[in-house]
């Protein structure tokens, strides 16, 4: 292959094909780029064949598509359509586990975007290695790479997690595929998270959030109600914070419970939050707040299965813990967000303006913030109330 000009590239450069689903788009920067190659992994039987096939009948309507399977025979994936009732009689099939003869087939039906399931169920002939195994994994992605660059046609891999055994997991070969998609699930719960942990078409970190149903996977387009519960916001102990997702804010609810401890070592248990984060918030908590909860247990979780790695939820978590201690509900209708230093000062967080704008479209009337997040034109129908210390916001939450 030889070199080209950059200005004798094509002019459609910013062209992406809509995956008819808008949350699968935001979580990939915006839609399908062309020859771009996607690692969709996950824990086994949590939903990612169904939710390509989807995608794959809903890019049909205008690309070809072809579905190359290694695990399933061609009659479970004709099943599977139509138990979702998919409308894709032009998608080509292809019940084969050596990659060469997948790619070969790609490129005879014209196919513009190429789904394999899964990537731990092909091999190549270049690898003498066991399918599975770590150098195989890589010589069939590196494979696919080239293919996907040289012709132009995206490619949605799908790999399976593994805590343990001797198949590779999809982090093998992370550094060599231009995206990469990760499930999100609570087995307790209906709801799917789809997570963006690299993207070069896009940012890092988006999330998209999904219900599964009989009918297979349904977008959800206000992910926030789903992780309220409207009536223990009113209850001591929980409180209503403002994450940044990606691109987005999204409200979450933290519960926190203090219980008498029953022996000299005190359980601390944070779910959905940093564990260590939360030892550092109880200390800073005693030393500045002038709560002592050195023998009581302590639990924080975030509502619905959220992760949340950011500190904006350090002011919230400690209010919510108060709230339990003392028995006592927050304001009512309140929302809150903001890093907590070690001194006991309330730090700004980013998009500040963007969180408080999104809690007054959920209907919240207060909102307890760090005084730099305190924004110059505070939107309709919220009270915004900037604190510097610890102890001034517990004082103003109750």
């Given at each position: 292959m030889s070199a080209s000009r950059l200005d004798s590239l094509p002019d459609d450069l910013s062209h992406r094909n809509s995956t008819g689903f808008a949350e699968f788009d935001r979580v990939l920067g915006g839609g399908l780029v062309p020859g771009a190659v996607v690692l969709l992994g996950g824990d086994p039987g949590v939903g990612k064949s169904t939710l390509l096939q989807q995608v794959s009948a809903n890019l049909g309507a205008e690309l070809q598509v072809m579905y190359a399977t290694g695990e399933e025979s061609l009659r479970q994936v004709g099943q599977r359509s139509q138990r979702l009732g998919l409308a894709a009689a032009d998608m080509q099939l292809l019940a084969d586990t050596s990659i060469e003869n997948v790619l070969e087939q790609a490129l005879a039906c014209a196919a513009r975007v190429l789904v394999i399931d899964s990537i731990q169920a092909m091999n190549s002939t270049e690898s003498p290695s066991a399918p599975g195994s770590v150098a195989q994994l890589r010589e069939c992605v590196s494979r696919i790479v080239q293919f996907a660059k040289q012709t132009d046609v995206s490619v949605f891999i799908i790999g399976h997690v593994t805590k343990e055994g001797t198949i590779a997991g999809p982090r093998a070969v992370e550094h060599m595929v231009d995206t990469v998609l990760y499930f999100e699930n609570d087995p307790a719960s209906r709801y799917t998270l789809i997570r963006s942990v690299k993207n070069r078409f896009g940012a890092s970190g988006e999330m998209g959030v999904f219900a599964m149903t009989e009918a297979g996977?349904?977008?959800?387009?206000?992910?926030?109600?789903?992780?309220?519960?409207?009536?223990?916001?009113?209850?001591?102990?929980?409180?209503?914070?403002?994450?940044?997702?990606?691109?987005?804010?999204?409200?979450?609810?933290?519960?926190?419970?203090?219980?008498?401890?029953?022996?000299?070592?005190?359980?601390?248990?944070?779910?959905?939050v940093d564990q260590n984060r939360l030892a550092l918030l109880l200390a800073v908590l005693q030393r500045h707040g002038n709560v002592a909860l050195g023998v009581e247990d302590i639990f924080v979780n975030v509502v619905g299965g959220l992760r949340i790695s950011e500190t904006a939820v350090d002011l919230p978590a400690l209010i919510a813990i108060v709230s339990s201690f003392r028995d006592r509900p927050t304001r009512e209708r309140l929302v809150s967000f903001g890093e907590v230093g070690l001194a006991g000062e309330i730090r700004p967080v980013r998009f500040g303006t963007e969180r408080i704008a999104a809690a007054a479209k959920q209907g919240f009337k207060h909102a307890l913030v760090p005084v730099s997040n305190v924004p110059k034109k505070i939107p309709d129908g919220i009270r915004v109330t900037g604190v510097r210390r610890i102890s001034e916001a517990l004082d103003e939450a109750f």
């Amino acid at each position: 292959m030889s070199a080209s000009r950059l200005d004798s590239l094509p002019d459609d450069l910013s062209h992406r094909n809509s995956t008819g689903f808008a949350e699968f788009d935001r979580v990939l920067g915006g839609g399908l780029v062309p020859g771009a190659v996607v690692l969709l992994g996950g824990d086994p039987g949590v939903g990612k064949s169904t939710l390509l096939q989807q995608v794959s009948a809903n890019l049909g309507a205008e690309l070809q598509v072809m579905y190359a399977t290694g695990e399933e025979s061609l009659r479970q994936v004709g099943q599977r359509s139509q138990r979702l009732g998919l409308a894709a009689a032009d998608m080509q099939l292809l019940a084969d586990t050596s990659i060469e003869n997948v790619l070969e087939q790609a490129l005879a039906c014209a196919a513009r975007v190429l789904v394999i399931d899964s990537i731990q169920a092909m091999n190549s002939t270049e690898s003498p290695s066991a399918p599975g195994s770590v150098a195989q994994l890589r010589e069939c992605v590196s494979r696919i790479v080239q293919f996907a660059k040289q012709t132009d046609v995206s490619v949605f891999i799908i790999g399976h997690v593994t805590k343990e055994g001797t198949i590779a997991g999809p982090r093998a070969v992370e550094h060599m595929v231009d995206t990469v998609l990760y499930f999100e699930n609570d087995p307790a719960s209906r709801y799917t998270l789809i997570r963006s942990v690299k993207n070069r078409f896009g940012a890092s970190g988006e999330m998209g959030v999904f219900a599964m149903t009989e009918a297979g996977f349904r977008e959800v387009s206000n992910p926030s109600a789903i992780f309220l519960s409207r009536e223990s916001i009113t209850e001591p102990g929980s409180i209503v914070s403002v994450a940044w997702e990606g691109s987005r804010a999204l409200l979450v609810e933290i519960q926190a419970l203090v219980a008498d401890g029953n022996s000299s070592y005190p359980r601390r248990l944070a779910t959905g939050v940093d564990q260590n984060r939360l030892a550092l918030l109880l200390a800073v908590l005693q030393r500045h707040g002038n709560v002592a909860l050195g023998v009581e247990d302590i639990f924080v979780n975030v509502v619905g299965g959220l992760r949340i790695s950011e500190t904006a939820v350090d002011l919230p978590a400690l209010i919510a813990i108060v709230s339990s201690f003392r028995d006592r509900p927050t304001r009512e209708r309140l929302v809150s967000f903001g890093e907590v230093g070690l001194a006991g000062e309330i730090r700004p967080v980013r998009f500040g303006t963007e969180r408080i704008a999104a809690a007054a479209k959920q209907g919240f009337k207060h909102a307890l913030v760090p005084v730099s997040n305190v924004p110059k034109k505070i939107p309709d129908g919220i009270r915004v109330t900037g604190v510097r210390r610890i102890s001034e916001a517990l004082d103003e939450a109750f």
